[in-house]
């Protein structure tokens, strides 16, 4: 590992920012520093956004079928450094390395998808809408655009967006998390070998400032965040303030609904996995299960045995099912939630606090946390707690985990699961929510479905991935055509 400072990529060429504030970057598991990255200030913001002004006439002439051969030299690159790029993630952000890979394969899907975009840019057209008079509507790329990432996939989320933003014809920049910025930088290293012509992508590192300037700037025309819902609802009223298109993805609280005729093994299986996988900082991490009726006899018991027996540990190692949060800020906060959960009523069923990993003594380690009896009028029944904590609440009839659900502040996704067909409709067509899962505890839409999202979980009309995608990173142009 470097500690050397990392580099913006600007005009493809990667450039020292001219900042002197640089963070540190550290593995989470051990407490080493691995890098230092850069806070860019605006005028490193403004240097990649002329730059990917000035490719961005000759990038939306280029054909679409030759635009997508550097999506699939891309695609090629991801699969020949997959493993490495894998176990940068696991470093920097603490995952386990299956968990990275599954993120990567992710990413890679999305390149995938928008190699199809000659198909999904396609308009329309209807000819005699007079006589001797046509009409049609054509997509035109958006222009200079630009993603800002959050910590918790520091590989795949900007695949929601990049792919399709290049395939449709715009210039890009990514601003990925001051907290993980080493996954992006290899990343880039492989967008520098696939010949893409000057400043159609560009990297540029940084913090709130950074953020800023890319919302300022009136040559970046559109914004795709995910991050939290304090800074996606500031990202969303400062970018459309500005006239710009943005699509902004929040925080969540993901219940999970379990009736008494559910698979009881698929049921544990789905909502540990869910809970605690990736430590819980997933934006589909189930944080509360809702037992209705019988089902909380063997659901409680099961749960509790599956939590305390989680390995956890450093993400590189052999057998390691669950690795640190982000910071030892993190833990504390999540420490600090589950006290305020026990204040507010709840029990603790399983104590996952001041967790010290032998080798690891100075990692930010919490264990699996389950809150059992939480108050379902209390504050930690609705704020995002994003670390390794499932919530218990008891209700009588799927009535009331739907009202429950529907009661939330996020949208994200909610999960039953039950073996009655009939159930499963009622709560898919009632849940006010933007990702279902029948018997699945992580909804996480493939790629060539959008990644939806209601509520305070998303901000904006159209979400990342597939056609939701080439919608947002195209304008629909409308021509009325008659010839003589
Ligand atoms: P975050 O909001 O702290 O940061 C996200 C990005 O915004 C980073 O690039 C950061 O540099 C920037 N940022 C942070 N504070 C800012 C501010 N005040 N002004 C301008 N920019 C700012 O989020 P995070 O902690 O990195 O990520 C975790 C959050 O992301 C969780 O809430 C999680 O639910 C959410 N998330 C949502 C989805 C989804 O699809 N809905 C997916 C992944 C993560």
Same mark, same amino acid.
């Not at 593995?27 to 691995?34: L, M």
């Not at 995002?384 to 670390?387: D, K, L, M, S």
């Given at each position: 590992m470097t500690t050397e400072p990392l580099q913006n990529y600007i005009n493809n060429e990667w450039q020292a920012s001219n900042i002197s504030e640089y963070l540190d970057v550290v593995?989470?598991? @051990? *407490? +080493? #520093? =691995?890098a230092s990255v850069p806070l860019s200030p605006a005028t490193e913001v403004d240097r990649a956004a002329k730059a990917a002004a000035e490719a961005l006439d000759e990038w939306r002439r280029t054909p679409p079928t030759e635009r997508i051969q550097y999506l699939f030299k891309l695609k090629n690159l991801l699969e020949e450094n997959f493993e490495e790029i894998s176990r940068t993630i696991t470093i920097e952000c603490g995952k386990t390395v299956d968990e990275s890979k599954g993120e990567m394969r992710r990413a890679i899907e999305n390149v995938e998808v928008a190699c199809g975009i000659p198909t999904m840019m396609q308009g329309t057209n209807l000819e005699d809408i007079a006589s001797g008079i046509d009409e049609f509507m054509i997509r035109q790329p958006v222009g200079v655009c630009a993603a800002i990432a959050p910590f918790n996939f520091p590989g795949m989320i900007t695949f929601w967006f990049l792919p399709y933003a290049l395939a449709c014809g715009n210039t890009y920049i990514v601003k990925p998390s001051e907290k993980v910025p080493m996954t992006m930088e290899k990343i880039f290293q492989l967008l520098d070998q696939i010949g893409l012509p000057k400043g159609v992508v560009n990297l540029v590192h940084g913090g709130v400032e950074t953020v800023d300037a890319i919302l300022d700037h009136p040559t970046i025309k559109a914004i795709s965040f995910v991050g939290s819902t304090a800074t996606a609802k500031y990202v969303y009223g400062r970018a459309t303030a500005n006239g710009k298109r943005a699509q902004c993805q929040g925080g969540a609280k993901n219940p999970m609904i379990v009736l008494p005729d559910a698979d009881a093994d698929m049921t544990i299986r789905g909502i540990t996995e869910s809970a605690f996988g990736c430590a819980g900082q997933r934006c589909l991490a189930a944080s509360l299960t809702l037992t209705v009726g019988d089902a909380q006899d063997w659901f409680t018991e099961s749960i509790a045995d599956a939590a305390a027996s989680r390995v956890v540990g450093y993400g590189l190692e052999e057998g390691v099912e669950m690795g640190p949060v982000i910071t030892p800020q993190s833990a504390s906060r999540i420490e600090g939630l589950i006290q305020q959960g026990v204040e507010e009523? *709840? @029990? #603790?069923?399983?104590d996952g606090r001041h967790a010290k990993i032998p080798s690891y003594e100075n990692g930010n380690f919490l264990r699996p946390t389950i809150l059992q009896n939480l108050n379902r009028n209390g504050e930690i029944a609705r704020t +995002? =707690?994003?670390?390794p904590v499932l919530g218990l609440i008891h209700v009588d009839t799927i009535d009331d985990a739907i009202a429950f659900v529907n009661s939330g502040r996020h949208g994200n996704m909610a999960c039953l699961f039950t073996s009655s067909g009939t159930s499963a409709r009622k709560f898919r067509y009632e849940a006010q929510i933007g990702n279902i899962g029948i018997n699945v505890g992580v909804a996480a839409p493939m790629a060539f479905f959008p990644f939806s999202g209601w509520k305070e979980s998303f901000f904006g009309d159209l979400h990342g991935q597939s056609h939701d995608a080439v919608d947002f990173f195209t304008q629909k142009k409308v021509v009325v055509e008659r010839w003589f």
């Open positions: 593995n989470p598991a @051990t *407490a +080493e #520093v =691995i009523g *709840a @029990t #603790v069923l399983v +995002e =707690i994003f670390g």
